[in-house]
C-alpha cells in the first residue's frame, strides 16, 4: 500500500518532442506529489510537485496531470531537450501523520540531439 | 550555507567496521531526512527529524543504524557492524517545516563495505 510504481523504466526522445513519465500509487492518504530530477553524482532536486486538490500544474515545459480517481500522475516535459537527459522520480507523501516519503525507481530519460 | 552538504563525499570501510555519515541542512530548515538509494533506484526513507527528535525513524532497517540531530541542525547517521549489503549512497536532504514540501537534497554519501 506504500508502493509508487513508476513506468518506464527508461525512455528515450528526440530533441524537441515529448517526454511523458507515468507513476501509480495505493495509498489514498498521500496528498503531495513532487518530482524529482537527478543527474549523475548529484542529489535529486525537485522539479514540479502537484497536491490532489488540482488536476494539472504547469510549470515552463514541464507539466504534472493527476487523476486522483485512478490514483495515477503522470510528467510530460515538452520541447525535450538534450539537457533534460537524466533521472526522474516520482514520489509520494502525506502532509500529517507523518512525513514519509515515498519514491517510485526512476526512469531515466535520454534527449537524443 | 547554500544548500544540503554531506561529508565525507565518499567513505570506504571493511565489513564489521562502525561508520559515521554527517549532513550539514540549509540553515533555518527544521526538518531533515536521511534515504537510501541503492544503484538503479529511488531513494528509500530511513529516518526523519523535526527539529532535535526522531520523528519517524520506520525506515531504519534494523538496529545497527542510528541517527541523532542533538542541537536541530547537524545530524549523523550512524552505522554500526557493516555488512556489504550496506553499500549504497546516504542522501540527506532537508525542508523549511517538515509538512508537505520540498525537500532539498545534498549529494550523497558513496558508502562501499568490502
Known amino acids: 500500500q506504500q508502493q509508487v510504481k513508476q513506468s518506464p523504466q527508461s525512455l528515450i526522445v528526440q530533441k524537441g518532442g515529448i517526454s511523458i513519465i507515468n507513476c501509480a500509487y495505493e495509498?489514498?492518504?498521500?496528498?503531495?506529489f513532487p518530482w524529482y530530477q537527478q543527474f549523475p553524482g548529484k542529489g535529486p532536486a525537485l522539479l514540479i510537485a502537484?497536491?490532489?486538490?488540482?488536476s494539472e500544474k504547469k510549470e515552463g515545459r514541464f507539466t504534472i496531470s493527476f487523476n486522483k480517481s485512478a490514483k495515477q500522475f503522470s510528467l510530460h516535459i515538452m520541447d525535450s531537450q538534450p539537457g533534460d537527459s537524466a533521472t526522474y522520480f516520482c514520489?509520494?507523501?502525506?502532509?500529517?501523520?507523518?512525513?514519509?516519503?515515498?519514491f517510485g525507481a526512476g526512469t531515466r530519460l535520454f534527449v537524443k540531439a | 550555507g547554500a544548500g544540503v552538504s554531506q561529508t565525507p563525499s565518499n567513505k570506504v570501510t571493511e565489513k564489521g567496521k562502525y561508520v559515521e555519515l554527517r549532513c550539514d541542512p540549509i540553515?533555518?530548515?527544521?526538518?531533515l531526512y536521511w534515504y537510501r538509494q541503492s544503484l538503479g533506484q529511488g531513494p528509500e526513507f530511513l529516518i526523519y527529524?523535526?527539529?532535535?527528535?526522531?520523528?519517524?525513524d520506520s525506515g531504519l532497517p534494523n538496529d545497527r543504524f542510528f541517527a541523532v540531530r542533538p542541537e536541530g541542525s547537524v545530524s549523523t547517521l550512524k552505522i554500526q557492524r557493516t555488512e556489504r549489503g550496506d553499500s549504497a549512497v546516504y542522501l540527506c536532504?532537508?525542508?523549511?517545516?517538515?509538512?508537505?514540501?520540498?525537500?532539498?537534497f545534498g549529494p550523497g554519501t558513496r558508502l562501499l563495505v568490502l
Open positions: 536532504a532537508s525542508s523549511l517545516n517538515g509538512l508537505a514540501e520540498a525537500q532539498y
Open positions: 495509498n489514498t492518504a498521500f496528498d503531495y
Open positions: 527529524f523535526q527539529g532535535t527528535g526522531a520523528a519517524d
Open positions: 540553515s533555518g530548515h527544521t526538518a
Open positions: 502537484i497536491r490532489p486538490d488540482v
Open positions: 514520489a509520494a507523501s502525506k502532509g500529517t501523520g507523518g512525513f514519509k516519503t515515498i
